[in-house]
Structure formats: C-alpha cells, structure tokens
C-alpha cells in the first residue's frame, strides 16, 4: 500500500503571525492551567499536599499513610490468588507503608524458560481484574492507596491493536539508492534499509526525494546538499521510478516508508493475543488504551473500588525504540503546523538507523531542524497521549503518574502537566536530573516527585539498608519527596523456587537481577517498621508547604536522565550552600511564573535569580527562541534579577530560524542585559560576583561541604532538610561537623530538631541568630540527613551559644551539659558565661565477649516457605558470620547478648553510649529487656540514656540481614558467583560513659 503524503498547503503560520514557538507556549497555558487548577478531590491520594507548619509538627510523631513510602508490586500477570492478594496488602500496611503499584513483570520466569496461561491469566484478563479488586478492597480498610500500570509492562500497549493499525506505534523506514550524476535509475524503490518486524506487513510511502551527496561519508553520516533537493514522489508509479540525476553527482534516491513498528512492551508477551505498544503521539495511540480500559477492564464494581482506594494510573519511561526513525502518521501536518515550516525538504536530516543519524545538511540547519523535530513530537506526546490519559485517570477519581522521559522532550514541562511526575535511582545519573523535573512541579505548583527507588544494578537480596538510606536522602535533596521502592513481589509463581517470585531476578543471561524482592521473604523485613516511619516523617516534612529556592537555570531544553545539570552549582555553589532549580521556556507561561518583590513564583519555588547559559546539548550555543525572550523581557522589567552566562550578543533563534527572527531575537537579548537588575558574565565562575553584585544572597550559607538542603516554608515556619548527599551514586562521602546558617521566615523563630527516626521532636541546645539567619550545629555521616525546623518559641525555652566541649541538650527549662571526660566546661547563653565542673566521667568498656543466637533462614517444603532453625555460638571475639564456623552460609536474624557490671556506684547523673562499630545490616538495641527507640541504620552509636542501672545490665543487639549468602548455596547457578556478604555484629563494640549537668538558665 502507498500513503503519498503532498507537502502540506495550510496557511504559513509566520505569515499569519503566530510563530511556532508563541503557539508552543499558548498551548502549555491552557495545559497547564487545566492541570494544575482542576485535578479531583482524589487524585493525588496518599499525598498531603501543601499542609500547615502546625499540622506537620502535630502529625511528625506518628505520620500516616498518605506520606509513606510505597512499593513497585510485582505480579505474574493475573495468576494471583485475591486471598494472597489481601494478605500481601495487610503486610504492606502492617509494616507502615502507603502505596502499591500493580505491574506486571515477568523477566525472571521468561529467563527460566516459564510460560503462564495468557488466555486466561494474562494482564487485563477476569482473573487480573479479581486480583486488582481484591487489592483496592483491602487498601481501603487500611486508607493505603493502590495504583495501576496503564498497560502490561512497558511503554503503554494494548492486546486490541496489531502492528498494522493506526494506533500502534509507527516508525518511518528509509531505503536509499546511489545514481550518478547523468545517469537513470529505473526500478522498483529501494527497500528499507532497515527490515520490518515480522508482525509488520503494511508499509505506506511518505515521500521520494533525491538529493546531491557532498564528500564521503563522515563518522557513517553522508553530507547533503539541501539546495539540491528534488521531490520526486509524485512521478511513482506501481512501486518503481525512472529518474535521471542531473550532472554534477553523485546523488541519493531515497524512499521513506510508515510502517508499524511491531514494538511489544518490555518482556513480552503478556496477553494473549500479544499486546503492542500504542502510539503515543497520536489521539489514536491513546484512544486505544482508554478504549480498552473502558470496554474490557471496568465494570460498576471496579469503578466504585477505584474511587475508594486507587490512587494513580502509572506508566513507566518513555522508551519507544525502533532501529529506524520514531513517526505518526500525521507527523508531516503536525509538524507544519506546530513548527512554521515544511519538514519534506529536511527529512534526511532527522533520519536514524540503530539510533544514529544517517544524513546531514550544514552543522546549523542539520541541529535546528533536529531540534524543531524533537520539539514537535514533545508537544504530541503531551497533547495526545498525556494529557488525554490524564483526563481518563482523573474520571475514574485517580491521577495519573508517569516518568515522562526516555526521548529528547521537554520532560521539565511534562512535569509540571501530569498530577505527580517520577524519577527513577537507576537510570538517573545525578542529583540534576532530579532537579530538573522538580523545577516542572514546583512551577506548576504541585506538591509530589516520587522515585522509582533504591533499584540496583545485579543486586537482588543484596541490598543493604545503608546503601539505600544514602541513596533515598541524597535524591530527598535533590526534590524527590515519595520514594516507591523496586519492589515488592507476589508471592509465588509456576516454576519458581525458594523464597518464591521476583521480578527481575534470575535475569535473561541467567545472572542476578535487578533490584530486591523486598516482603516478608527478607530478614530485613524483621525491622521494616523502623525504617518506614523513618521515610513516611521525611516525606511528610518534604511534602509541606511550598519549596524555596535560591536560583532558577533557564534552559534550551528539558531532557532528562542525562546527568547535564549546572555545573557552576555543582562544583562550587551547592558546597557552599546555594540551592537550586531548572526552568524550560514552556514553564514560563504557567500561571505561578511572575514576579513580585524581585522573585519568580513568589508563592513558591519564589527564585531570587534567574541564570540563562548556553545549550549545552548543541555545543554551547546561545540560542533561545523569540517568545522565550520576549517572556524573560516582561520578567525582567517586572523586577526579576537575570545573569546571561557567556556572550550573547550573536544569539540565534531556537529551531530552524525564519526571515527576520535572528534580528528581533539579539534585539530583545540586548533590552534584556540593559536592564538595572541584568548582568553578565564571560565564565561561570564569574557567577558569584555578579549575584553579589545583584545583592542576592543564598538562604542557606555553611563552609564547603556535601551537605545539601532543601527548604519548605508553610505559614510562618521554615523546615530544612540537612542531608550529607551524594551528587551521584560513585562518589565518597566523609563525615561532616560543621555550622550552618539558616534563613528564618519570623524573626523570633527557634530552630527545632525534628528526629525521622523516633518522631521527636526537640528544641535545639545550641544555636545563634543574627538578623534572620540563625545557626545550628549539623554532625552527618556519609548519607545521613537530619530536620531542622524553625518556628516561633513555646515558652521561654533555654539556649546557649558555645560550649567549650561536650554537648547541650533541653532539658525542661534547664540546659543539661553531657561530658565524656572529667573536667571544667564553659557554657556562653545568651545572657552570661558560665563555667561548670565535672568531676567524674567512668572509662569505657570494651565488649568483646557475645552469645549468639542465629535464626537461619533456609527453603522449607515449598517456594513460599522459610523455616528457621536457631543456632548458638560464643564469640569471645567479633567476627563477620562468614568467618564463623557454622555461619559461613547463613542468612537471617541473629541476637547478641552480653552482660556488663557498672558496680553499686552507678547514679542518676550516669550514662552512657553504646559504640556499636560496623552492624550489617539494620539492627535494634534492647537494654535490661527493653527496647531503644528506633536507631539510624547509618549511625551506629546508640544513646542508652535512663535504661543503665547499678550492678549488671544485660544489652542484646538484634541484627538482619539480606539473603543472598543463604541463596548462594539454595541456587548456585544465579547467586554462586555473587561474594559472600559481611554478616552481623562487627564491633568492636564499646559502652562510652558520660556524666550530665545541669546549668542553670
């Protein structure tokens, strides 16, 4: 079949007036102002929105679930039992977490060779829909919220559609001829070069052109002449052509094909018949999943389950992969329209095979054209595929979710469209690309940024707790503030041994996948409830109110999972304190995006300044489009303080540029940098002379450093995030003590500790205020984090200033001075000095001698089943489990006890630390038979205040480990090859006395 696409005759839009970038933006108005202003009551379920300070120090100490962490919930399709099923909700919410995402994925029972009954157990099947009902049912006894992948897998597919139709996704296919100049070719077109999926029997012709070759290829991309260009579609005939090449070759005949792609999502099949992946930049694409949601998937029932309990529909990364080009059918009128211009004549230049470019024009018109094309499908995906599935979502009283990257579009503006834009810790390659989608939410003023959490390369039942604690607040940081953790998965599976189905693990090559398989079938799990409430409190404090932040970078575009960010705040303005956020021309438009008193979005993220440098995807040029330029003008008369990075006076226009705009761009760049409130600088390191120049400081100011902060104000109370963050996972972190000087909303605000761990929270001993800045004492290991909240005083509460060693607490309306060593103190409040003695402070006590009880965690008579024979030993000396006789292969819990005399002499004023060394992995302490209050698994000295007593105390330490050392020896082939981890109690293990005294007010 043919489809001879002529070159479109709709009116120019330039001619008319409306340039494509001016279209661009009153499109992203009306978006956003729909998104933003009309989602329903219950979208958005299991967020707290934008709460009152009050309410979050209220609700700190026992948070619920609409701030908690979630979790990737791992199906085999519909071959579930709605028994099971509600009994892996109650886990979930037993253990203190809110969300549940069905997904369907199979990748380890398709390494094993495993088939399960599509027809009837498929995705979208009876028995799928009686599993999703059984799990709303049961969420909303708990008030957990449940949401749903939009197709099987991924990207968003339907069984209804086949390669062939309309709504499938498509992709346009090239095949290429050399003629010599002077010379006929007459034959058949020249196939594809690159072959169809067998699934794919429809090909449609686009278009015939030829084109005059300059030189050799280069790198594998021929240079052509676009002068030469020849349109030769109209003289086909049957399938073949007879055209003779001017003198002055050689030339390339080429034929561009439409045909479906055949793409099926990620690890299928998962229905029968096989689903393929729609088209998601056509209405059809996304009319074909609403459709097939409608009239195969809901009934009354599900409806009513929905609107209690789900939450948001989910679609993962946008990855439409095809070895030729990405296309829709309508792409030639669509982009006439959108862009200004005909593409016809540029169609080689967007061309690929396997992902690379096959063809060039000049280096400028070859990257403007890209760049208009990828504008283009960036705008189709968000009018035809995410706002319409969006729209679905909110009409079922969901939202939708949606990690909107994986293509060169503008995901900052997808961000700042959909109810709750997702990152993802895997495919993320610093904290930029975080803050890239964070600055889409923030301007559109929503409140949540979740994550696909803590997945790892090779590391199913490997993954420690520490290691994700620094990589969940590193990303907190960065602007995530909902952590759906990869994964929890069902039960069991046909075919799948101990301890039962995962996802992704074994993988396709046979090996460890990726991710844990986290749920009661982890010893971790034992203390799972610690570390939920630890991210349900952070996430509410990040949750609160709205962000501020120091800067805004304006960038040409808003691709994502690059590991591009700003590097002048990478390397030297986040080490020192300033924060800061990412803008595309799209979010400009919105309606937060104005200013007052000097800031952007004054009600929240309120930017002091925005910073224009050049596009650092397209070989640091200064580009930007007229309507942008014309919007930062407005910004910038209205107040807004601006900093060009680099010589902008030669400023090109954004895309392929028409008669006249490169003058009334470099015009408009000039009103801009005339400006009082404008400057610029050659080099960014220049960057801080012209902010001081501006008078612009930052809200946070510390020595240089790796901690970073986020600050959220809500009415008169300021909250900030501490962490000691990791820009990107390799890098090394050192423990930092240091002060830190934080902006205050009211000027008799005091600074609060707020502690994730036990809900406390308490006014902090030691502090500063000058002006509105007030200064805390911040001790972070590598990964740790800590809040800090600063609000208006409850009475008359004591502080100090400085202390010559030790440390303060509050004590009531006292200050209590705690020594580790004997000697003379001094104490500087605000109104005297005072100097105090301490007279006796007891040496520590190394504990070296342990019992050992292990619960060894071995296959029982089933996939499911665990059983869990104790073993015992003494260790006169610690040692990691795999160096103990007996626990060179064990997983599992193990208790240590020990018995430690502190003598008659023990008092009230006594008390001590318990310095535990190195603890793999999460651990709780008891003293004398009760329990500590929940410990920092990255912090492993414990406060065993007001539990010692006179004579003997006996101390047990409770330590779980992953299972990977256990699933070494149950499933060699997969885990064998993995190093055996360090188990258990490590030491060496001391109890640190220390002697208190009160100082009086």
């Given at each position: 079949?043919s489809e001879v696409?002529?070159?479109?005759q709709?009116p120019?839009?330039a001619a008319?007036?409306?340039?494509?970038r001016?279209?661009?933006g009153?499109?992203?108005?009306t978006?956003?102002?729909?998104?933003?202003?009309?989602?329903?009551?219950?979208?958005g379920r299991?967020?707290?929105?934008?709460?009152?300070?009050?309410?979050v120090?209220r609700?700190f100490q026992?948070p619920?679930?609409?701030?908690?962490a979630?979790f990737r919930?791992?199906?085999?399709h519909?071959?579930?039992?709605?028994?099971?099923?509600?009994?892996?909700?109650d886990?979930v919410a037993a253990a203190?977490?809110?969300?549940?995402?069905?997904?369907?994925v199979?990748?380890?029972?398709?390494a094993r060779?495993?088939?399960?009954?599509?027809e009837k157990?498929?995705?979208g099947t009876?028995?799928?829909?009686?599993?999703v009902?059984?799990?709303?049912?049961r969420?909303?006894?708990?008030g957990?919220r449940?949401?749903?992948?939009?197709g099987?897998s991924?990207?968003a597919a339907?069984p209804?559609?086949?390669?062939?139709d309309?709504?499938?996704c498509?992709?346009l296919a090239?095949?290429?001829?050399v003629v010599a100049?002077?010379s006929?070719?007459d034959?058949?077109?020249p196939?594809p070069v690159v072959?169809?999926?067998?699934?794919?029997?429809d090909?449609?012709?686009?278009?015939?052109q030829?084109?005059?070759?300059?030189?050799?290829?280069v790198?594998?991309?021929?240079?052509l002449?676009?002068?030469?260009y020849?349109?030769?579609?109209?003289?086909?005939v049957g399938g073949?052509?007879?055209?003779?090449a001017p003198?002055?070759?050689?030339?390339v005949?080429?034929?561009h094909?439409r045909?479906?792609?055949g793409?099926?999502p990620e690890a299928?099949?998962h229905?029968s018949p096989r689903?393929?992946?729609?088209?998601h930049?056509s209405a059809?694409?996304?009319g074909?999943?609403?459709?097939f949601?409608?009239?195969?998937?809901?009934d009354?029932?599900?409806?009513r389950?929905?609107?209690?309990?789900?939450g948001?529909?989910?679609?993962d990364?946008?990855?439409i992969?095809?070895?030729?080009?990405i296309?829709t059918?309508?792409?030639?009128?669509?982009?006439?329209?959108?862009?200004?211009y005909d593409?016809l004549?540029?169609?080689?230049?967007?061309?690929e095979v396997?992902?690379?470019?096959?063809?060039?024009?000049?280096?400028?018109?070859?990257t403007?054209?890209?760049d208009?094309?990828n504008?283009?499908?960036?705008?189709?995906?968000?009018d035809?595929?995410l706002l319409?599935v969006?729209g679905?979502?909110?009409?079922?009283?969901?939202?939708l979710r949606?990690?909107?990257?994986?293509?060169?579009?503008d995901?900052?503006?997808h961000?700042?469209?959909i109810d709750?834009?997702e990152?993802?810790?895997?495919?993320?390659?610093n904290?930029?690309?975080?803050?890239v989608?964070?600055?889409?939410?923030?301007?559109a003023g929503?409140t949540v940024?979740?994550?696909?959490a803590?997945?790892?390369?090779?590391?199913?039942?490997q993954?420690t707790?520490?290691?994700?604690?620094?990589?969940?607040n590193?990303?907190?940081?960065?602007?995530v503030?909902?952590?759906?953790?990869?994964?929890f998965?069902?039960a069991d599976?046909?075919?799948?041994t101990?301890?039962g189905?995962?996802?992704?693990?074994p993988?396709y090559?046979?090996?460890?996948?990726?991710g844990?398989?986290?749920g009661?079938?982890?010893?971790?799990?034992r203390?799972?409830?610690?570390?939920s409430?630890y991210?349900?409190?952070?996430q509410?404090?990040?949750?609160?109110g709205?962000?501020?932040y120091d800067?805004v970078?304006?960038?040409?575009?808003?691709?994502?999972s690059t590991?591009i960010?700003a590097?002048?705040?990478?390397?030297?303005?986040?080490p020192?304190?300033w924060?800061h956020?990412?803008?595309?021309?799209?979010?400009l438009?919105?309606?937060?995006?104005?200013?007052?008193r000097g800031?952007?979005a004054?009600?929240?993220?309120?930017?002091?300044v925005?910073?224009?440098?050049p596009?650092?995807?397209r070989g640091?040029?200064?580009t930007?489009?007229?309507s942008?330029?014309?919007?930062v003008?407005?910004?910038?008369r209205?107040?807004?303080?601006?900093?060009?990075?680099?010589?902008w006076?030669?400023a090109?226009?954004v895309?392929l540029?028409?008669p006249?705009?490169?003058?009334?761009?470099?015009?408009?760049?000039?009103?801009i940098?005339?400006?009082s409130?404008?400057r610029t600088v050659?080099?960014?390191t220049?960057?801080?002379?012209?902010l001081?120049?501006?008078g612009?400081t930052?809200?946070?100011?510390?020595?240089?450093?790796?901690?970073?902060t986020?600050?959220?104000?809500?009415?008169?109370?300021?909250?900030?995030y501490v962490?000691?963050?990791k820009?990107?996972?390799?890098r090394k972190?050192?423990?930092?003590t240091?002060?830190?000087?934080?902006?205050a909303?009211r000027?008799?605000?005091?600074?609060?500790?707020?502690?994730?761990?036990?809900?406390?929270?308490?006014?902090?001993?030691?502090?500063?205020?000058k002006g509105?800045q007030?200064?805390v004492t911040?001790?972070?290991?590598?990964?740790q984090?800590t809040?800090?909240a600063?609000?208006?005083?409850?009475g008359r509460?004591?502080?100090?200033?400085?202390?010559?060693g030790g440390?303060?607490?509050?004590l009531g309306q006292?200050?209590?001075l705690?020594?580790s060593?004997?000697g003379?103190?001094?104490?500087?409040?605000p109104r005297r000095?005072t100097t105090?003695?301490?007279g006796?402070?007891?040496?520590p006590?190394?504990?070296?001698?342990?019992d050992?009880?292990?619960e060894?965690?071995?296959?029982?008579a089933?996939?499911?089943?665990?059983?869990?024979?104790?073993?015992?030993?003494?260790?006169?000396a610690?040692?990691?489990?795999s160096q103990?006789?007996?626990?060179?292969?064990?997983?599992g819990?193990g208790?240590?006890s020990?018995?430690?005399?502190?003598?008659?002499?023990?008092?009230?004023a006594?008390?001590?630390v318990?310095e535990?060394?190195e603890?793999?992995?999460t651990?709780?302490?008891?003293?004398?038979?009760?329990?500590?209050?929940p410990?920092?698994?990255?912090?492993?000295?414990?406060d065993?205040?007001?539990?010692?007593?006179?004579?003997?105390?006996?101390?047990e330490v409770e330590v779980?480990t992953?299972l990977?050392?256990?699933?070494?020896?149950v499933?060699?082939?997969?885990?064998?090859?993995?190093?055996?981890q360090?188990?258990g109690l490590?030491g060496?293990?001391?109890?640190?006395?220390?002697?208190e005294?009160?100082?009086?007010?």
């Amino acid at each position: 079949m043919s489809e001879v696409q002529q070159p479109d005759q709709s009116p120019d839009l330039a001619a008319s007036g409306i340039r494509r970038r001016s279209l661009f933006g009153a499109a992203a108005v009306t978006a956003g102002v729909v998104v933003a202003g009309q989602a329903p009551a219950t979208a958005g379920r299991g967020t707290s929105g934008h709460a009152r300070g009050r309410d979050v120090l209220r609700g700190f100490q026992r948070p619920g679930p609409e701030t908690a962490a979630g979790f990737r919930w791992w199906w085999p399709h519909g071959a579930v039992d709605p028994k099971e099923i509600a009994r892996e909700v109650d886990q979930v919410a037993a253990a203190g977490f809110g969300a549940l995402e069905i997904a369907d994925v199979t990748h380890s029972l398709a390494a094993r060779g495993i088939t399960i009954d599509l027809e009837k157990h498929g995705w979208g099947t009876a028995s799928w829909v009686a599993g999703v009902k059984a799990a709303l049912d049961r969420a909303a006894r708990h008030g957990i919220r449940v949401d749903i992948t939009i197709g099987p897998s991924w990207p968003a597919a339907v069984p209804t559609v086949t390669p062939d139709d309309e709504a499938a996704c498509s992709e346009l296919a090239h095949g290429q001829a050399v003629v010599a100049g002077g010379s006929t070719y007459d034959a058949a077109l020249p196939d594809p070069v690159v072959a169809p999926e067998s699934e794919s029997a429809d090909r449609h012709l686009v278009a015939v052109q030829a084109f005059r070759t300059v030189g050799e290829p280069v790198k594998a991309v021929q240079t052509l002449d676009p002068s030469s260009y020849v349109d030769l579609t109209a003289t086909v005939v049957g399938g073949r052509i007879t055209w003779t090449a001017p003198e002055g070759g050689p030339w390339v005949l080429l034929a561009h094909w439409r045909r479906g792609s055949g793409q099926e999502p990620e690890a299928g099949p998962h229905t029968s018949p096989r689903s393929y992946v729609v088209d998601h930049f056509s209405a059809a694409g996304s009319g074909a999943v609403i459709d097939f949601w409608k009239h195969r998937i809901l009934d009354s029932s599900l409806r009513r389950l929905l609107a209690k309990a789900g939450g948001y529909l989910f679609e993962d990364s946008l990855e439409i992969e095809t070895d030729a080009t990405i296309w829709t059918p309508r792409m030639l009128e669509e982009f006439r329209r959108r862009a200004g211009y005909d593409l016809l004549p540029y169609l080689p230049v967007v061309v690929e095979v396997k992902e690379k470019y096959v063809f060039a024009y000049d280096a400028v018109t070859t990257t403007r054209v890209r760049d208009d094309f990828n504008q283009v499908l960036s705008d189709l995906y968000r009018d035809h595929h995410l706002l319409p599935v969006q729209g679905f979502a909110r009409s079922l009283g969901m939202g939708l979710r949606v990690q909107p990257y994986g293509l060169e579009t503008d995901t900052v503006e997808h961000a700042a469209l959909i109810d709750v834009p997702e990152t993802e810790s895997l495919g993320f390659k610093n904290l930029d690309d975080y803050r890239v989608m964070a600055g889409g939410r923030d301007l559109a003023g929503h409140t949540v940024l979740s994550c696909e959490a803590i997945c790892y390369v090779g590391a199913a039942y490997q993954t420690t707790w520490d290691r994700a604690l620094q990589t969940l607040n590193s990303i907190y940081a960065a602007g995530v503030n909902m952590a759906m953790i990869h994964g929890f998965a069902y039960a069991d599976a046909p075919g799948v041994t101990w301890p039962g189905f995962a996802a992704f693990s074994p993988y396709y090559n046979g090996a460890v996948g990726y991710g844990d398989a986290w749920g009661p079938r982890t010893p971790q799990w034992r203390h799972i409830r610690d570390l939920s409430d630890y991210l349900a409190r952070t996430q509410l404090v990040l949750q609160t109110g709205t962000p501020r932040y120091d800067i805004v970078f304006l960038r040409q575009k808003g691709w994502a999972s690059t590991g591009i960010g700003a590097p002048w705040a990478t390397n030297n303005g986040i080490p020192v304190g300033w924060t800061h956020s990412f803008a595309t021309p799209a979010l400009l438009d919105l309606p937060r995006a104005k200013v007052r008193r000097g800031r952007l979005a004054p009600d929240g993220p309120a930017y002091k300044v925005m910073i224009i440098g050049p596009d650092q995807f397209r070989g640091a040029e200064r580009t930007m489009a007229v309507s942008t330029a014309e919007r930062v003008l407005e910004l910038g008369r209205a107040g807004l303080p601006i900093v060009f990075l680099g010589d902008w006076s030669a400023a090109e226009p954004v895309g392929l540029a028409q008669p006249g705009e490169t003058d009334r761009l470099r015009a408009l760049v000039a009103q801009i940098r005339a400006l009082s409130t404008t400057r610029t600088v050659a080099v960014d390191t220049e960057i801080p002379v012209a902010l001081a120049d501006l008078g612009i400081t930052p809200d946070v100011r510390h020595d240089s450093s790796t901690v970073q902060t986020v600050r959220r104000v809500t009415d008169d109370v300021d909250l900030y995030y501490v962490a000691n963050a990791k820009h990107a996972e390799n890098r090394k972190l050192v423990r930092v003590t240091q002060d830190v000087w934080l902006t205050a909303t009211r000027g008799d605000a005091v600074p609060y500790l707020l502690d994730a761990w036990t809900g406390e929270t308490t006014p902090v001993a030691l502090w500063e205020r000058k002006g509105d800045q007030v200064r805390v004492t911040v001790d972070l290991l590598p990964g740790q984090s800590t809040i800090v909240a600063l609000a208006r005083p409850h009475g008359r509460t004591p502080s100090a200033t400085a202390v010559s060693g030790g440390s303060l607490r509050v004590l009531g309306q006292s200050l209590v001075l705690r020594a580790s060593t004997a000697g003379d103190y001094t104490v500087t409040t605000p109104r005297r000095t005072t100097t105090t003695s301490v007279g006796r402070v007891r040496e520590p006590i190394a504990l070296a001698s342990w019992d050992l009880a292990v619960e060894d965690w071995q296959p029982g008579a089933t996939a499911t089943d665990t059983v869990r024979p104790v073993r015992r030993v003494h260790l006169d000396a610690l040692l990691p489990w795999s160096q103990v006789p007996g626990l060179e292969d064990v997983s599992g819990v193990g208790v240590y006890s020990t018995t430690v005399d502190l003598g008659r002499d023990w008092t009230a004023a006594d008390g001590a630390v318990l310095e535990l060394g190195e603890v793999n992995d999460t651990y709780r302490v008891r003293v004398n038979g009760r329990q500590v209050a929940p410990c920092d698994v990255l912090d492993t000295t414990v406060d065993l205040s007001g539990l010692l007593r006179r004579g003997r105390n006996q101390i047990e330490v409770e330590v779980a480990t992953t299972l990977i050392n256990r699933l070494r020896t149950v499933t060699p082939a997969v885990y064998g090859p993995v190093p055996r981890q360090a188990y258990g109690l490590v030491g060496p293990v001391r109890l640190v006395p220390y002697a208190e005294k009160t100082i009086s007010r």
